[in-house]
C-alpha cells in the first residue's frame, strides 16, 4: 500500500492535484494571488508548483535552504567539537534553529530547557545519537521524553543536523498535507480504512491568529487521522513518523530526481490547510 501511495504522490507531483486555502496578506504576497473580493488565496495545481509557491518568514524556498545550509555547518562544527569553550555554540545554534522555525520561543519551553541540561555534558552525543536512530529506524524507544526529545522544535534539529539530508522535518503542516494526499488516495481506490503505514498524525496551528486550529485536520468521513504531539508515548511516535516518513520521502525524490527537502517544502506548504470546507 505505501509503494502504491508513492507512484499517488510521483503523480501528484507534475499531474493533477489541485489544492488552495485562504491566507493573510502579510508574508503571502508574492506566493498567493488577490480575488475581486479582496482576499488572497495561495493556489497549486500540483505537487511541485506548491514547492514553487513556498514562502516562509517571508522569504523564498532558495532563501530558506541557504539558511538551512549555514545552520547546519554551524551545528556540525558544534556537535563534532567536545571541547568545553564550545559547548555553548552548540546550544546557541539549537535555539537559532528554533529560532528560524518559529518554535520553543519561551525560556521555559521543553525543547529549551532539554537543549540547557544537557549542554554542558553529552548534547552532541545526544543528537548524533537521535539522528542515528532515526536513519536506522532501529532503538526508537529512546524517544522517550527524557533520554531523547522529538517535537515541533527538535525535528527540525534532528533533521538539520544530518548532514545526508535524508531526514525531513515532519511537522504538524507536512503530516497535515501527507493525511490529506492519503485520504484521497484511499477515496480514489475505493478503501475506507487508513493502512498503519499510512496514518499520518498532524498538528494544529499553534499561537496562530490567522487559522482555525481544526484548518489542519486532514480526517473526512470514515477517514480519522489522529493529533500529533499527544498522548504518553508522544515523542516515541513522532519519532517513528520522522524515520518511516523520511524513507518515503527518499524514495520519491529519487524517483522525480528533485531533493527530499524540496518534497518536504511542497508537502509543508500544502498543509497549511486542508480541512475539507464540505
Keep these: 500500500m505505501v509503494e502504491g501511495f508513492i507512484d499517488f504522490l510521483a503523480e501528484s507531483w507534475g499531474k493533477s492535484f489541485c489544492h488552495q486555502y485562504q491566507v493573510p496578506r502579510r508574508g503571502w504576497r508574492n506566493v498567493a494571488e488577490e480575488e475581486p473580493t479582496g482576499r488572497f488565496l495561495w493556489k497549486c495545481t500540483n505537487l511541485k508548483e506548491a514547492l514553487n509557491h513556498y514562502t516562509w518568514n517571508g522569504k523564498t524556498f532558495e532563501d530558506n535552504r541557504l539558511k538551512l545550509r549555514c545552520l547546519q555547518s554551524r551545528l556540525a562544527m558544534a556537535i563534532d567539537s567536545n571541547r568545553s569553550e564550545n559547548r555553548g555554540a552548540l546550544s546557541k545554534v539549537c535555539f537559532d534553529i528554533f529560532a528560524w522555525g518559529g518554535v520553543a520561543r519561551k525560556t521555559d519551553d521543553p525543547s529549551r530547557q532539554w537543549i540547557t541540561r544537557h549542554a554542558n555534558e553529552d548534547l552532541n552525543g545526544l543528537i548524533a545519537r537521535g539522528v542515528q536512530i532515526l536513519k536506522s529506524g532501529k532503538n526508537m524507544k529512546s524517544f522517550d521524553g527524557c533520554t531523547l526529545l522529538m517535537n515541533s522544535a527538535m525535528t527540525k534539529v534532528y533533521s538539520i543536523a544530518d548532514l545526508s539530508d535524508r531526514l525531513i522535518i515532519y511537522d504538524g503542516r507536512v503530516g ?10 484511499l477515496a480514489g481506490l475505493g478503501i475506507e480504512e487508513i493502512p498503519q503505514g499510512l496514518r499520518f498524525r498532524w ?19 470514515k477517514y480519522i487521522f489522529e493529533r500529533l504531539f499527544v498522548g504518553r508515548d508522544k515523542d516515541y511516535v513522532h519519532a517513528k513518523l520522522m524515520s518511516r516518513t523520511s524513507r518515503l520521502i527518499v524514495t520519491l525524490s ?6 527530499p527537502r524540496q518534497v518536504e517544502a511542497a508537502l509543508f506548504m500544502v498543509g497549511y490547510k486542508v480541512k ?3
Excluded: M, W
Excluded at 497535515?176 to 484521497?184: E, S, V
Excluded at 498538528?203 to 480526517?219: F, H, L, Q
Excluded at 529519487?254 to 531533493?259: A, D, G, H, Y
Design 203 to 221: 498538528g494544529d496551528a499553534r499561537r496562530s491568529k490567522s487559522i482555525d486550529p481544526e484548518d489542519r485536520n486532514p480526517s473526512h468521513g
Design 176 to 185: 497535515a498535507a501527507l493525511g490529506l494526499l492519503a485520504r484521497k488516495y
Design 276 to 278: 475539507d470546507p464540505n
Design 254 to 259: 529519487k524517483r522525480l530526481k528533485v531533493t
